[in-house]
Protein backbone atom coordinates (compact mmCIF):
# COMPACT_ATOMS: atom_id res chain seq x y z
CA UNK A 1 0.00 0.00 0.00
CA UNK A 2 0.74 3.75 -0.78
CA UNK A 3 -0.12 6.64 1.61
CA UNK A 4 0.17 10.50 0.37
CA UNK A 5 -0.45 12.39 3.82
CA UNK A 6 -0.69 16.06 3.04
CA UNK A 7 0.04 19.07 5.63
CA UNK A 8 0.17 22.54 6.00
CA UNK A 9 -3.05 24.08 4.81
CA UNK A 10 -5.32 27.11 6.52
CA UNK A 11 -6.71 30.54 6.64
CA UNK A 12 -4.67 33.49 5.35
CA UNK A 13 -5.10 36.90 4.71
CA UNK A 14 -4.63 37.92 0.97
CA UNK A 15 -0.99 38.74 0.15
CA UNK A 16 0.14 35.94 2.70
CA UNK A 17 2.14 32.96 2.67
CA UNK A 18 1.41 28.86 3.02
CA UNK A 19 3.45 26.29 3.06
CA UNK A 20 1.92 22.85 1.85
CA UNK A 21 3.40 19.40 2.54
CA UNK A 22 3.51 16.13 1.27
CA UNK A 23 4.51 12.58 2.07
CA UNK A 24 4.49 9.45 0.65
CA UNK A 25 4.55 6.24 2.45
CA UNK A 26 4.42 2.40 2.12
CA UNK A 27 5.58 0.57 -0.40
CA UNK A 28 7.97 2.29 -2.43
CA UNK A 29 10.44 1.35 -5.65
CA UNK A 30 10.70 4.73 -6.97
CA UNK A 31 8.53 7.90 -7.16
CA UNK A 32 8.27 9.12 -10.83
CA UNK A 33 7.22 12.63 -10.05
CA UNK A 34 5.05 14.39 -7.90
CA UNK A 35 2.84 17.11 -8.51
CA UNK A 36 -0.09 19.85 -6.77
CA UNK A 37 -3.52 19.91 -7.85
CA UNK A 38 -6.42 22.36 -6.25
CA UNK A 39 -10.21 22.40 -6.90
CA UNK A 40 -12.28 25.39 -5.70
CA UNK A 41 -15.90 24.84 -5.51
CA UNK A 42 -18.22 23.84 -8.55
CA UNK A 43 -14.91 24.04 -9.90
CA UNK A 44 -12.97 20.97 -12.02
CA UNK A 45 -9.41 20.02 -10.19
CA UNK A 46 -6.93 21.94 -12.22
CA UNK A 47 -3.46 21.05 -11.74
CA UNK A 48 -1.28 23.41 -10.24
CA UNK A 49 3.02 22.34 -10.50
CA UNK A 50 4.25 19.43 -11.57
CA UNK A 51 8.10 18.71 -10.62
CA UNK A 52 9.80 15.20 -11.96
CA UNK A 53 12.32 12.76 -10.25
CA UNK A 54 15.22 13.07 -12.75
CA UNK A 55 18.34 14.57 -13.26
CA UNK A 56 16.97 17.44 -15.03
CA UNK A 57 14.08 17.76 -12.48
CA UNK A 58 11.69 19.38 -14.78
CA UNK A 59 9.37 21.83 -13.41
CA UNK A 60 6.19 22.99 -14.62
CA UNK A 61 3.56 25.77 -13.38
CA UNK A 62 0.10 26.96 -14.24
CA UNK A 63 0.07 30.58 -15.73
CA UNK A 64 -2.33 31.75 -12.65
CA UNK A 65 0.77 30.79 -10.30
CA UNK A 66 3.68 31.39 -11.87
CA UNK A 67 5.99 33.74 -9.96
CA UNK A 68 4.42 33.17 -6.87
CA UNK A 69 4.28 29.55 -5.69
CA UNK A 70 7.52 27.11 -6.11
CA UNK A 71 7.21 23.26 -5.69
CA UNK A 72 10.13 21.90 -4.66
CA UNK A 73 10.91 17.95 -3.12
CA UNK A 74 13.05 16.01 -0.57
CA UNK A 75 13.78 12.60 -1.89
CA UNK A 76 14.95 11.11 0.96
CA UNK A 77 11.98 11.81 2.81
CA UNK A 78 9.50 11.26 0.08
CA UNK A 79 8.14 14.86 0.02
CA UNK A 80 6.89 17.35 -2.15
CA UNK A 81 6.53 20.97 -0.57
CA UNK A 82 4.55 24.21 -2.44
CA UNK A 83 5.98 27.37 -0.77
CA UNK A 84 2.83 29.53 -1.51
CA UNK A 85 3.20 33.69 -1.86
CA UNK A 86 1.09 36.62 -2.48
CA UNK A 87 -2.17 34.51 -1.88
CA UNK A 88 -4.94 35.53 -3.69
CA UNK A 89 -8.96 34.90 -3.23
CA UNK A 90 -8.90 33.28 -6.03
CA UNK A 91 -6.34 30.55 -4.74
CA UNK A 92 -8.37 29.85 -1.96
CA UNK A 93 -9.58 25.58 -3.26
CA UNK A 94 -8.76 21.94 -1.48
CA UNK A 95 -4.92 21.55 -2.75
CA UNK A 96 -4.78 17.70 -3.93
CA UNK A 97 -0.65 16.18 -3.48
CA UNK A 98 -0.57 13.40 -6.76
CA UNK A 99 2.58 11.07 -7.00
CA UNK A 100 3.46 9.13 -9.84
CA UNK A 101 4.61 5.79 -8.42
CA UNK A 102 6.37 2.28 -8.81
CA UNK A 103 5.23 -0.11 -6.14
CA UNK A 104 7.91 -2.61 -8.06
CA UNK A 105 9.96 -2.50 -11.34
CA UNK A 106 6.82 -3.18 -13.09
CA UNK A 107 3.75 -1.84 -10.87
CA UNK A 108 3.32 1.80 -11.71
CA UNK A 109 0.20 3.66 -10.65
CA UNK A 110 -0.54 7.11 -9.54
CA UNK A 111 -2.03 7.74 -5.80
CA UNK A 112 -3.68 10.80 -4.34
CA UNK A 113 -3.66 12.67 -1.30
CA UNK A 114 -7.02 13.48 1.08
CA UNK A 115 -6.45 17.16 0.13
CA UNK A 116 -5.64 20.22 2.60
CA UNK A 117 -8.47 23.50 2.75
CA UNK A 118 -6.53 26.62 1.56
CA UNK A 119 -8.60 29.77 2.23
CA UNK A 120 -7.44 33.31 1.57
CA UNK A 121 -9.74 35.90 2.70
CA UNK A 122 -9.42 38.58 5.12
Known amino acids: QVQLVESGGGLVQPGGSLRLSCTAS????????MAWYRQAPGQQRELVATITNSRSGSINYADSVKGRFTISTNNAKNTVYLEMNSLKPEDTAIYYCKADIMRTAFRRADYWGQGTQVTVSS
Open 26 to 33: GSIFKINS
